[in-house]
């Protein structure tokens, strides 16, 4: 799987929005980038995905560069429950669904009150 | 909504002792994945399962083995624990049937089991 690379922390101020980077220079043209986050003593939980268009759930935006090296994760208010480790990890297509995620270092967010 | 199963949340074992961990997926799933945290770091992916088939593997030691059986619950199994297998074990699991690869589908993860070897 390529390589992601995410900066070890970040802070934010609560109901301020949150722009999280990481960088996937080596992404190849069918790895799907994916977002998950582990809240403190809890499993990993899906974020959202994208492969090429920018992406928005309930939960976040997915802004992806048009040479698709890089990628932002956009949480539009954070709030305190948004405390959390996350993960930007991309997936080939074709390697099937059932294969399991190669989570790296991820980003430790902040949120101060 | 029904959530990934693990039991049993804590296990404690000795050196050189077995350990059985259980997964049971999602009404409908059929793909459980395992995963092994220990502490302060990231997940790492051991196995998968789809179908009852295994699917992928990672870095699951030659001690470990897993199955997925015919209601599609799974099972991990531990043999000649050591000190380092000490973590947390997360089952997760996903719908992989009827999509292109299935990358659409998320994972959904348990709550895990903290396996402690003294």
């Known amino acids: 799987d390529a390589k992601t690379t995410q900066p070890n922390s970040m802070e934010s101020n609560e109901e301020e929005p949150v722009h999280l980077p990481c960088n996937h220079s080596?992404?190849?043209?069918?790895?799907?980038i994916h977002w998950y986050r582990q809240l403190p003593s809890q499993g990993p939980e899906y974020v959202i995905h994208g492969l090429t268009s920018n992406v928005n759930n309930r939960m976040a935006s997915l802004a992806i560069a048009e040479d698709r090296k890089s990628s932002t994760l956009i949480l539009h208010r954070a709030t305190l429950r948004d405390a959390a480790v996350y993960y930007c990890?991309?997936?080939?297509?074709?390697?099937?669904?059932?294969?399991?995620?190669?989570f790296g270092k991820g980003t430790h967010l902040i949120i101060q009150p | 909504a029904a959530g990934v199963i693990q039991s049993p949340r804590h296990l404690i074992k000795e050196k050189r002792e077995t350990a059985t961990l259980k997964c049971y997926p999602i009404?409908?799933?059929?793909?459980v994945y395992w995963y092994q945290q220990g502490p302060g770091q990231d997940p790492q992916f051991l196995i998968s399962f789809y179908e009852k088939m295994q699917s992928d593997k990672g870095s699951i030691p030659d001690r470990f083995s897993a199955q997925q059986f015919s209601d599609y619950h799974s099972e991990l199994n531990m043999s000649s624990l050591e000190l380092g297998d000490s973590a947390l074990y997360f089952c997760?699991?996903?719908?992989?049937?009827?999509?292109?690869?299935?990358?659409?589908?998320?994972?959904?993860f348990g709550p895990g089991t903290r396996l402690t070897v003294l």
């Open positions: 080596t992404i190849s043209g069918t790895d799907y």
């Open positions: 997760a699991s996903s719908l992989n049937s009827g999509l292109a690869g299935g990358l659409y589908n998320e994972q959904f």
């Open positions: 990890i991309l997936r080939d297509s074709g390697g099937g669904g059932a294969d399991g995620l190669t």
């Open positions: 009404p409908r799933h059929d793909t």
